[in-house]
Structures are given as C-alpha cells and as structure tokens.
T-cell receptor
C-alpha cells in the first residue's frame, strides 16, 4: 500500500492557461474522489468515480473543469482557461467502496494562478 | 442540503490534558455517517474516527472518542492525554447513506495546538 499519489505537488501558471493534475489511487480502490480546499476552509467536493464511471459532479465543477479516469485506475483533473479563483489545493482521495469506507487522501496539488 | 458547522476556529490544550472539539450538522436524513479527519501541517489528511448514525454506541479509537447526540445533531470529538503530535487541523465531515452517496461534506475545521 503506497498511498494516494498526486502530481505535481505544486503548479504555478498564468491566468488563462490550462493545467492538468494527476492522481494515482491506492491499487484496487474502485472509488476515486476530487476535492478543492482553499485557505482556511474545509475541502469541498468536486467529483467522484466508481471505476471508470463518473457518478457525481458538484455544482462547483464548472464547464472549465473536466475529470477522467479512463481505465479505472489513475485520474486526471484538467482546468481550462484558469482564473484567479482557481487558486487552491486540489485533493484526491480513494476508497475501496462506498458508505463508511474511509477515504484515503493524497498530499494534494497546490495551484497558484499569477 | 447538508451543512457541517465547527464553531471553534482555534483551540489549544496542554500536553497530557483532555480537549473536546465541537461539531454540529444539519440534515433531514435519518441514516448517514460522520467522520473526524486530522490534517497535520503540510501533511496528508487522515481519518481519526467514524460513526454510523444508526449506531447508538459512541465510537472510540484509543485516545479519541466521540459524543454523538443524534437528536441534537451534534458530534464532538474528545482527545484524551493530548500529545504534541495531535497538533493539526481537525475537520468534521458528513456523508449521506445509500443512493448516490459518495462525497464528504466538511466543516471549516478547528486548528488544535498542543502545548508542551
């Protein structure tokens, strides 16, 4: 069990650029979650996958955001035409199932928009 | 919509003492799960303890225990024999039961400092 891995750890980009983050869940965890955490706040849910199917998306996930999990393993989160308000920590978590199965979190990717 | 409220932005406690962190939530659901997560400075968020709403018995994990009051929609965390390593942000979280449940709804967190 190597834990949830997220890359890159930090991303600095100019406003208007596209960025993509990657999350590698714990192997054999069929659920994968994306959250966004801004300074002084708790994480806010963005979306989650069960295997390759995207089952739920938050209203926070605007049209500029897209997430994929093509083979039910790793996932990518892309933000197009980044805005200042996108600056945040993006957290990925995985779990072996739903319900009270604990979600295991990665270290996150910190995005800074210049 | 469900909401989670943590009314204590910051708390401090002396090493070896006991501290209680408060959490209240709002939901119309009768079955759900509640969690406390810990996020040490610059480190991963980890699960501290969890409670199923249909269980009357309060959950305990070593030095960590909860006081779950379903009618009052209250879910406080008690840390006994506080240790320096307990210094962290603590988040209370809610998850719906069944259906399309999947996401955690977090409170804003309580920053706990354990002082030597």
């Amino acid at each position: 069990d190597t834990g949830v891995s997220q890359n890159p750890r930090h991303k600095i980009t100019k406003r208007g650029q596209n960025v993509t983050f990657r999350c590698d869940p714990i192997s054999e965890h069929n659920r994968l979650y994306w959250y966004r955490q801004t300074l002084g706040q708790g994480p806010e849910f963005l979306t989650y996958f069960q295997n390759e199917a995207q089952l739920e998306k938050s209203r926070l996930l605007s049209d500029r955001f897209s997430a994929e999990r093509p083979k039910g393993s790793f996932s990518t989160l892309e933000i197009q035409r980044t805005e200042q308000g996108d600056s945040a920590m993006y957290l990925c978590a995985s779990s072996p199932g739903g319900g009270n199965q604990p979600q295991h979190f990665g270290d996150g990717t910190r995005l800074s928009i210049l | 919509a469900q909401t989670v409220t943590q009314s204590q932005p910051e708390m401090s406690v002396q090493e070896a003492e006991t501290v209680t962190l408060s959490c209240t939530y709002d939901t119309s659901e009768s079955n759900y799960y509640l969690f406390w997560y810990k996020q040490p400075p610059s480190r991963q968020m980890i699960l501290v303890i969890r409670q199923e709403a249909y269980k009357q018995q309060n959950a305990t994990e070593n030095r960590f225990s909860v006081n779950f009051q379903k009618a009052a929609k209250s879910f406080s965390l008690k840390i006994s024999d506080s240790q320096l390593g307990d210094t962290a942000m603590y988040f209370c979280a809610f998850m719906r039961y069944g259906g399309s449940q999947g996401n955690l709804i977090f409170g804003k967190g309580t920053k706990l400092s354990v002082k030597p």
